[in-house]
């Protein structure tokens, strides 16, 4: 399914997430919004065809996040990024010092909170924000079950319709519109509820125990009105139009596109009831009299299609009757329109990624910080690959705070050599890491910049600078450095590293 790579990439503690909702959201409304304007540029089409429009525009938000990881990555230069990779935010406890220092850009690392402080234990903003988009979405996910609960209830105690003038004219409305007389099933309830149908594989229509009172024209309205929801698979694209509700449930254009398209949903049936012979002002009538006096429950108005809303009556009556609005129903080259219109525009958004937005996870797993993809370092472009040395360095960094040199070590091949400063050449992580473990007893600060990041064939040269802090933070070592990187165990790690070039 679409939303479990989503899911997987929210649930971490990872800005990866927040930033991949930031990406859906923009992208989602981008969409439409085009759809929107598209709509009022024809506002005279049948409300069939911009049903059609909202309804593509619903399963185009639910194919993003799937089609985002299954493209081929589109990049630009940038794309907006809510949480960068890097997580801290205390200044340089560091002062610059001496000519080269002070040529040096800031940089940001956290530091051991003192006795007593709470602060490490509050949980992060991007942990904050994912916790708040999954409570939201598990509010949207039970209010849409607990109108599917209703309605399943509803159905339950409902009676099959006996009376045979209703069942007559319910099979020569379903023979009017080509459907089968097994493909539904006629019942009504006690309850003094709009007209509705339910239902995708074997939709039921159910009626209010009023149904009895009224007259032959006004049956033959009804049942053509439902049944064109039967035909036009109305419930299929409602839930699915819930479900895009529930996975964006923060991005208000998400809702009102629902609404739109539940109008024109009601609007399309009713121009079915006129094709097929209904007179528009007997329509109109029968319309107004059953919103003034049956009512729909605002659980169940979610999911099924209820027949009158007092809340859309007034549009529905003018638009019924407009003698100079069209009703037909999108032909086969508005349609292709349509389909090809959305591809060109999903397919695009959801390969349109950011080369600067990548953050490097602890087990050193490249991914794209706007949809959560992993990134194969060999495929990576020059930009990605400095941006994934760039967040190495800063864990090397919060490693060397935390006195973690295994850790530090990792950023090196195996069979890596590390040059230092005045002393014979380090061979291999265990005499680099050893290395460290002395360097650290009396600097235990570190901040590296890279400064130049170049190809050479299958290997990456980066040049940089560096500077160690004392314990005392007065204290300041620094000096320039060249690192030659390759690919090991999936992901691009240290194989030379030069120190005061």
């Known amino acids: 399914m679409a939303i479990l790579p989503t899911l997987t990439t929210l649930i971490q503690n990872d800005p990866t997430g927040i930033n991949l909702l930031l990406s859906l959201t923009l992208k989602s409304s981008l969409i439409l919004i085009i759809l929107g304007l598209l709509t009022l540029a024809v506002p005279r089409t049948s409300a069939s065809v911009r049903h059609m429009l909202w309804a593509m525009g619903m399963v185009a938000l639910l194919l993003l996040p799937l089609l985002s990881q299954v493209l081929p990555v589109w ?38 909170p003192a006795p007593g402080d709470t602060s490490r234990s509050r949980p992060s903003l991007p942990l904050i924000l994912i916790g708040v988009w999954m409570t939201g979405t598990l509010a949207a996910l039970l209010l849409f079950a607990v109108g599917h609960l209703q309605l399943q209830r509803l159905v339950k ?55 009895t009172a009224w007259s032959p024209s006004q049956r033959r309205d009804i ?8 035909k036009r698979r109305d419930c299929l694209t409602q839930t699915l139009a819930n479900l895009a ?57 979610q999911i099924s299609m209820a027949m009158a809303r007092r809340s859309q009556i007034a549009g529905r009556l003018l638009a019924v009757l407009d003698p100079d609005l069209g009703r037909r129903g999108p032909g086969r080259y508005t349609i292709l329109f349509t389909v090809l219109l959305l591809a060109g525009l999903t397919l695009p958004l959801a390969a349109l990624q950011s080369s600067d937005t990548i953050a490097t996870s602890r087990n050193g797993v490249v ?13 990576m472009s020059l930009q990605q690959i400095r941006h994934a040395i760039e967040d190495t360095n800063t864990r090397f960094e919060k490693a060397a705070l935390a006195g973690d040199f295994r850790e530090m070590a990792t950023n090196y091949c195996r069979e890596a050599v590390l040059y230092p400063v005045d002393s014979a050449p380090m061979v291999g992580r265990r005499e680099i890491r050893e290395l460290f473990a002395r360097l650290y007893e009396e600097y235990p600060y570190v901040v590296i910049e890279t400064r130049q990041v170049e190809r050479l064939g299958d290997m990456v040269s980066e040049i940089g600078t560096y500077r160690f ?6 204290i300041v070592v620094s000096g320039r450095y060249i690192s030659i990187w390759v690919i090991e165990e999936g992901r691009w790690r240290i194989l030379r590293d030069m120190v005061n070039i």
Request: include cysteine; charge should be negative; aromatic fraction near 6%.
């Open 223 to 230: 049942l053509v009105h439902e049944l064109a929801h039967v």
């Open 75 to 112: 990049e630009v230069a940038q794309l907006p990024v809510l949480v960068q990779p890097t997580t801290s935010a205390i200044p340089d406890p560091m002062p610059p010092s001496g000519p080269e220092s002070r040529s040096l850009k800031s940089t940001t690392y956290p530091v051991e």
């Open 469 to 474: 802090g004392g314990s005392q933070r007065d």
């Open 245 to 301: 509700c529930i996975l964006h449930w923060f991005n208000p254009l998400v809702w009102l596109a629902s609404r739109k398209m539940l109008v024109e949903r009601e609007r399309a049936c009713d121009d079915q009831v006129l094709l097929h012979g209904g007179s528009a002002s007997d329509y109109a009538g029968s319309l107004l009299e059953i919103a003034r006096s049956l009512g729909t429950d605002f659980r169940t108005a």
């Open 157 to 211: 105690k409902a009676h099959p319709v006996t009376d045979r003038g209703w069942l007559d004219q319910g099979a020569e409305s379903a023979a009017s519109l080509e459907i089968k007389p097994d493909a539904f099933s006629l019942l009504y309830t006690t309850r003094g509820l709009s007209p509705m149908t339910w239902g995708i594989r074997r939709p039921v229509i159910i009626l209010p125990s009023e149904h």
């Open 367 to 379: 991914r794209d910080l706007n949809t959560g993809k992993r990134i194969d370092p060999g495929k």
